[in-house]
């Protein structure tokens, strides 16, 4: 067991400030909380220091924080900030609760909590929902599983963070698991609202009327309702990029295959992904799937104003 003291300072260190962390760090500074902001990109930290956050030198830093919000892109990313060469888990102090908010396969959160246990650290298996606007506004959805420990010393920046958080359990992976199961049904339906808005386009209806009829009719779905607007606009700002669905669909999948369990639809809304990506559309929003429809379709959908 670990011999370093016990965090008491109550600070809290986010490190990933990307679309994401970004707006969670923001809501833990609009609470009120002394919180920390780290990521290499250095304008990103900039702009959360202008905002009224802190930053400095992770390592230097790592001891006086109760808790640790990693907003990282994917497991690698989560293990390397933990116990990489020049690992955090080390420098914290015991009891420090660390909230792990990427996607990544279940077992990997178990790996991680258990390594964590050994350092008298609580890990919180906590990935999240709501997208970019709702982390500015400390609105997300957290899917969360740990020990009681772990929720308890984590709930202020739990509470300034989200607008509901689910307490899914004391087994870490439980709320990974849970996160595959809700990206399995987005990124069905982000594909989905692609493939329909093209085809509704491609049959000279209106974008914006099918935004506006299907949206209160049975066929809709929270992302018809949220990324067709982008497709009208002709907007790929990335609030959700490309990029990140075959990683969380590869997930979803391996979990599948790991269970010999078919999932035709995760299979078939993969490759639309993989062929944007490939199509260079990989850092745009994740709407332009789209356009990998209307590519093929020879369609040409609406320009940004």
């Known amino acids: 067991m670990s011999d370093k003291a016990t965090t008491s300072t109550g600070s809290v260190g986010v490190v990933g400030l990307g679309s994401m962390g970004s707006g969670m760090a923001g809501s833990l500074v609009a609470a009120g909380l002394d919180a920390y902001g780290f990521d290499v990109n250095s304008a990103a930290v900039d702009r959360f220091v202008a905002a009224g956050g802190k930053s400095g030198d992770l390592q230097d830093l790592a001891g006086r924080f109760s808790c640790v919000v990693l907003v990282v892109l994917n497991a690698p990313q989560t293990e390397q900030i933990l116990f990489g060469p020049s690992g955090l888990a080390a420098k914290l102090g015991k009891g420090t609760a660390i909230i792990a ?12 909590a ?15 929902s ?13 899917m969360a599983s740990g020990a009681d420990a772990a929720f308890a010393a984590a709930q202020p920046a739990l509470n300034a963070m989200a ?3 689910f307490n899914l359990g004391p087994k870490p992976g ?3 698991a849970m996160k595959a199961v809700n990206q399995l049904l987005a990124g069905v339906h982000i594909a989905a609202m692609a493939e329909a808005m093209t085809f509704g386009m491609a049959h000279g209806v209106d974008g914006q009327q099918m935004v506006d009829v299907i ?13 067709g607007p982008h497709v009208v606009a002709g907007d790929y700002t990335p609030h959700s990029a490309v990029d990140i669905w075959p990683k969380d669909l590869g997930i979803v999948l391996d979990m599948a295959r790991g269970k010999k369990f078919g999932a035709p639809l995760t299979a078939a809304a993969l490759q639309q992904f993989l062929a944007a990506s490939g199509s260079g559309l990989g850092a745009e929003d994740d709407a332009a799937v ?13 320009a940004k104003a």
């Open 101 to 112: 908010c990427a996607t990544v396969p279940p077992q990997f959160a178990e790996d991680m």
């Open 114 to 128: 258990a390594r964590c246990e050994a350092l008298d650290l609580h890990y919180l298996d906590a990935p999240i």
């Open 130 to 142: 709501g997208g970019s606007v709702k982390a500015a506004k400390g609105q997300l959805t957290i």
């Open 163 to 165: 607008e509901r958080v």
């Open 174 to 176: 439980t709320g990974s």
């Open 215 to 227: 949206s209160q009719c049975a066929g809709s779905s929270w992302m018809f309702e949220n990324r």
């Open 290 to 302: 789209a356009k990998v429809y209307a590519r093929n379709a020879g369609l040409d959908l609406p």
